[in-house]
């Protein structure tokens, strides 16, 4: 099947009578010798009008010297025909907004890399400056106030260095803005003096809109509105916009998420042509699909997920053989139903990932895929993606194959009720998985010799708590509490990641291009911090240079029990690197592999579907040459997916310090216990013990007294009476005060903390409370 443009082209013909470029011969031009282009073959294949290829382009003119208009590059590539004009003009624009290329006022294009121009995107900050995150890692590069008027949090840009400041930052220039964020904000109206503007709510957005005469649809000063910015920031003014629609007077829990999806530009509205294509899916898995596939109906697989899932992506059966165990991996086949270049894959790609907030999902698919045939539904006939795995005593794989296979889901288990039957035996809970128990036994003593394994390889296993929310059917928060993982959460994992492996060496033996995920190990700035931040435990770690994951598990073992190990443990999670997708195999650092990949999750990952596409075209035994995914698509796919992922994150956590706070304004006046998270001159931080919820306790609700801040100890001092407030401290609060819009909560020190502390002795000297 040709695929349909969903970047920079669209289908075409035959090129063979076009003069200078030839698709399987050398082209001859006036610009010299005859130049083949490696990639023609490919192009020819996957569009019925080939064009030269990106990486044809992108070697002409980086020998040419110079930067050519698009109407001399054209010449020079012997394109004359209209419609070939017309491709070459949007695989340019793709391979601006790729960063590939830069063009200057003029109109003339050049290889980006030979001007050591970096591609990456903006991270601003509240205070009018911001950083350059390069798209191909290292170190965030520093971007002056001056700098930032001409963009947006969330752009992309191409920039340039231009010095190194005092602290050894690099400073950069922005040449060229490369793509621009989402063009929709949540914002309140001002209106002073008869201009209108929208103060963005995310603070990061640092320049307010401007909102001309007759585009404020009627919204009056102080309203929350979504507003749609039309003309871009430059250096010589803000942004300009129009306002789209009045959310209301004041922020309630009920608009939270619809605040979120706007904020972040979540696409959540489906084309017409996506849904019709997913109507046209059939329901039922027929007879043809099932041919050439291997039958794997009978074999007892059950998917163990959350009570509130929808879509199951995986499911799994495990058998003792000899020297070990026979573990199945069986992934929703995504792959047959998304195809490359259908408008269903377009929304997929352009979404990159489910985002999930309480009670509500904006789905990388359709629900009728998603929930119906592509998610493996108990009793039901389902196309999967099998990796079948022979693993030792050891806990190591020693055989992989994988397979497009059919199956039949056992079962619809729950983490929950797994573990009350594998780990707290209960009768009840074993009885009514008395016909899947057996196979559960195995899967839980396969995961005790891979738990081992993990252990002897040294990965890091921060051993966090999900928050969850429960709300009422107005969307407030009725429950909230933080949930710890268990071995039946910890037994699936180990399965994926053991998928996940095998999937990534399976590409990497065959060279096919596909996304693997990787994690350095943590930035050098970072881990000096880390370990200025341990000095005050009387921990340590081995220097930047030695580090090793099992140095961090090791510390996580001492930890373990302490009344400030989840402070601790917080902060070495945030001194990580961030995991990405990358076309190249780098290794994941903190699980300490050297091959890592997305394979278990198609349904809500756009990385997991390239995936399975890769292997796919492996079984069907397609050359990497013939693949429809170039190297350089797949460097493109992976920066825009990483980015799509943080965006969901940031969405999520947005949702859940709002939901927070809503929790919170309902217990003003309560105590709860918790730990000083942070310290600072105004005040501390506190995170609360069984919630996980944070608030501050203000310097001036603190003990009457001068206060010294020691930022280096990370402490807190009161002269008269040397009280000393340190990190990982214990502490009684009370409620003083929560905003959902402000996303702030305030806490004050518990009448019986106070009394605790009026007893101290005196001593030390600072600031005034």
Known sequence: MKRRASSDKTPRKSATKRPGWMPSAPART???????????????????????????ILEFLGKHGQLLKAESLAHELGLADPRDLEALDKRLAAMLRDGQLLQNRRGGYGVAQKLD?????ILANAEGFGFLRPDAGGDDIYLSPAQMRKVLHGDRVLASIVGVDHRGRKQGAIVEVLERRASRLVGRVVTENGIVVVTPDDRRLHQDVLIPPGKDRGARSGQIVVAEITQPPTAQRGPIGEIVSVLGERLVPSLIVEMAIASHGLPHDWPDDTLREAAQVEPNVSREEIAGRLDLRDLPLVTIDGEDARDFDDAVYAEPVQDGFRLVVAIADV??????????????????????????????LPETLSNGICSLNPKVERLCMVCDMRVNR???VVRSTFHTAVMRSHARLTYTRVWQALGEKDAAARAELADVLPYLEHLHQLYRILAKARQRRGAIDFDSREVKFRLDKAGAVVQLGAEPRNDAHKLIEECMIAANVEAAKFLAQRKIPALYRVHAPPPEAKYEDLLEFLREFHLKLPPHAQVQPKDFSSLLKKIHGRTDAGLIESVLLRSQSLAVYSPQNSGHFGLALDAYAHFTSPIRRYPDLLVHRAI??????????????TPGEMASLATHCSQNERRADEAERDVDERYKCAWMEKHVGSEFDGVVSGVTSFGLFVELTQSQVSGLVHITQLPN????????????????????????????????RASLEDRKIDFRLAQEARNEIFASPAGGRGRRA
Do not use: N, W
Request: aromatic content about 10%; overall charge positive.
């Open 30 to 56: 006036k610009a010299g010798p005859q130049r083949t282009d490696p990639h023609a073959q490919r192009e020819a294949q996957r569009y019925e009008h080939p064009i030269p290829s990106r990486e044809a």
């Open 335 to 364: 792959s047959h139903y998304v195809r490359p270049g259908t408008a269903l894959d377009e929304q997929a790609v352009k979404r990159a990932t489910s985002v999930y907030f309480p009670g509500f999902v904006v789905p990388m």
């Open 705 to 736: 007294d001068y206060y010294h801040f020691d930022p280096v100890r990370h402490l807190l001092t009161g002269e008269r009476r040397g009280l000393k407030f340190r990190l990982g401290d214990a502490v009684r609060v009370q409620v003083l």
């Open 616 to 629: 796919r075209h492996a079984l069907a035994k397609g050359k990497p040459s013939e693949y429809i995914y």
């Open 117 to 121: 121009l970096i591609p990456g995107a």
């Open 394 to 396: 050891d806990g190591e």
